[in-house]
T-cell receptor, first 117, second 110 residues
Framework: EPEVTQTPSHQVTQMGQEVILRCVPI?????FYWYRQILGQKVEFLVS????????KSEIFDDQFSVERPDGSNFTLKIRSTKLEDSAMYFC???????????????FGPGTRLTVL | DAKTTQPPSMDCAEGRAANLPCNHS???????VYWYRQIHSQGPQYIIH???NNETNEMASLIITEDRKSSTLILPHATLRDTAVYYC???????????FGKGTTLSVSS
């Protein structure tokens, strides 16, 4: 069964450094999402992306964050200058196409654990 | 903020039915009820969704009250692998951002 993959599984970085988290969505999917989950807290929406544009973003997704689909398969989240509070699990998700009738389950990847020291 | 209210935790014996309630009293007429679960720290996993009618799939059943202000997810024969955090989410479609609450931590024991 096709699945969303994410690399690396764990990333450790120093405060102030740039990080790029990578996701490979399911091959025929067109809508992409990033969520994060700080340890012990809720899963929070960051951004959605369709047709090479941001569709929706949350207040968390400030100028330090950016997303890109550099080729036909990868979907990346870049954090320009990491802060301690960026430490979290970051989940990528995708759906194939928007259908009527609510038939749009989001397929989540296994996540990347980001640790900022 | 999440538009749903769920109990923080529930216990269930293995092999028994797990009934997880959710209140969504402010749901609007065109919003769906979705259920996802998160096992340990893995990515959330879709379970089921519904609008008005009760729904069943290979994983679970979803019972939505007639006024749509609450729903119940039923796992008919819970196993240890069903131990997870279960999230009830109200959304126009799952294509829009999913707004997660704190969910219900279901603990299944033998």
């Amino acid at each position: 069964e096709p699945e969303v993959t994410q690399t690396p599984s764990h990333q450790v970085t120093q405060m102030g450094q740039e990080v790029i988290l990578r996701c490979v969505p399911i091959s025929n999917h067109l809508y992409f999402y990033w969520y994060r989950q700080i340890l012990g807290q809720k899963v929070e929406f960051l951004v959605s992306f369709y047709n090479n544009e941001i569709s929706e973003k949350s207040e968390i997704f400030d100028d330090q964050f950016s997303v890109e689909r550099p080729d036909g398969s990868n979907f990346t989240l870049k954090i320009r200058s990491t802060k301690l509070e960026d430490s979290a699990m970051y989940f990528c998700a995708s759906i194939p196409i928007l259908l009527a009738g609510g038939e749009n389950e989001q397929f989540f990847g296994p996540g990347t654990r980001l640790t900022v020291l | 903020d999440a538009k749903t209210t769920q109990p923080p935790s529930m216990d269930c014996a293995e092999g028994r039915a797990a009934n997880l309630p959710c209140n969504h009293s402010t749901i609007s007429g065109n919003e769906y009820v979705y259920w996802y679960r998160q096992i340990h720290s893995q990515g959330p996993q879709y379970i089921i969704h519904g609008l008005k009618n009760n729904e069943t799939n290979e994983m679970a059943s979803l019972i939505i009250t007639e006024d749509r202000k609450s729903s119940t997810l039923i796992l008919p024969h819970a196993t240890l692998r069903d131990t997870a955090v279960y999230y009830c989410i109200v959304s126009l479609t799952a294509g829009t951002a999913l707004i997660f609450g704190k969910g219900t931590t279901l603990s299944v024991s033998s």
